[in-house]
C-alpha cells in the first residue's frame, strides 16, 4: 500500500494510491499517524482521483516528533570521508550515530529547496526512512520488524562548510527546506527486504550515487532496536538510514548542488522524490 497526503484545498488529506488513482481514506483526515497506528488497510473512498492532478505533500505532512537521522551507516559512504575524520577506509562506528533532523526543515516532494546564503557547499544525500508502525521500547532486535510499518525516502540536504564551521551535523542539516520526504509511505509487505533496495541519486538526470541498502553497516533492526533503547518509538516515527557514496562533496571536482538543479532522489519499490534548489527568496 502507498499512504500519501496531498493538498486537499481544505488542508491536508491523506490518501491510498491504488491502481485506479488516488483515493482519500475514510473517515477523513490530515493525520497520517492516525492511519498508521491504526495498522492495516483503511477504508477508502472509492472515488479516485488522478495522481496528476494532487498537489503532493510530505506524507506525513506535520511531524510531531523530529526525524532521527544515522550517522557514516553506509560502508563506502564511510570509506570516502574517512579522510575527513583522519581515519583509515574500513573504520566504521561500532554503534549507530543518531541526530536530529529538525522539524523546520520538513519540506516535501516537488517543493523547492533554498540554496541560504550561509553556505556555499549544500549536498544532497539520498536515504531510506525507516516509518515505526508500533509504540515500543527496549525492543529486542528479533522484534524490531514488528514495530515497522513502512519506508519512505528523504532528501538528507546538508550545508557541508556549514557542518564544518559548527563542528557538528545539526546544523547544518537543520536549514529551512532541508528535509524534503516522499512521495510516499510504502508499507513493508511492498517494499520488500528494507535491506536489500536500490537507491539511486541524480542531479539533473546525472546519476550521482548508485548503491544497495545491503551496504548499510546497521540493519533496519538493529537500528530500531538500538534506538529504542530507554526511547519510546511511537507510530508515525521516522528514522533517515544514512545515505551511500556518491555524495558531491567527495566528487572530485566536487559536484555540489547549485540553483536551478534538480535532485532525484529514487529507492527500489518506492518511487522518486524530486526537488529544485531555488535561490533565497525565489520559493
Known sequence: MKLLTYESGNGPRVAVLTDAGVEDVVPETGDACEVIAAGGAPKTSGN??????????????????PVIAVGLNYKRHADESAHRRNEQPGTYPEIPVFFCKWPGSHNGPDADIIHHSI???????????????????????????????????????????????????????ALDTFGPIGPYIVTKDETGDGDNLGVISRVNGEVRQKSNTDDMIFDIATVVSVLSEGFTLVPGDMIATGTPEGVGLFMDPPGLMKVGDVVECEIENIGVLRNKIVAPGAS
Open 48 to 65: 479516485p482521483k488522478s495522481l496528476a492532478e494532487v498537489k503532493l505533500l510530505a506524507p506525513i505532512a506535520s511531524l510531531r516528533r
Open 119 to 173: 553556505t556555499k557547499h549544500l549536498d544532497y544525500e539520498c536515504e531510506l526512512v525507516i516509518v515505526i508502525g508500533k509504540k515500543g521500547i527496549n525492543i529486542p532486535k528479533e522484534k524490531a520488524m514488528d514495530h515497522v510499518y513502512g519506508y519512505t525516502i528523504m532528501n538528507e540536504v546538508s550545508a557541508r562548510d556549514v557542518q564544518r564551521r559548527h563542528g557538528q551535523w545539526f546544523k547544518g542539516k
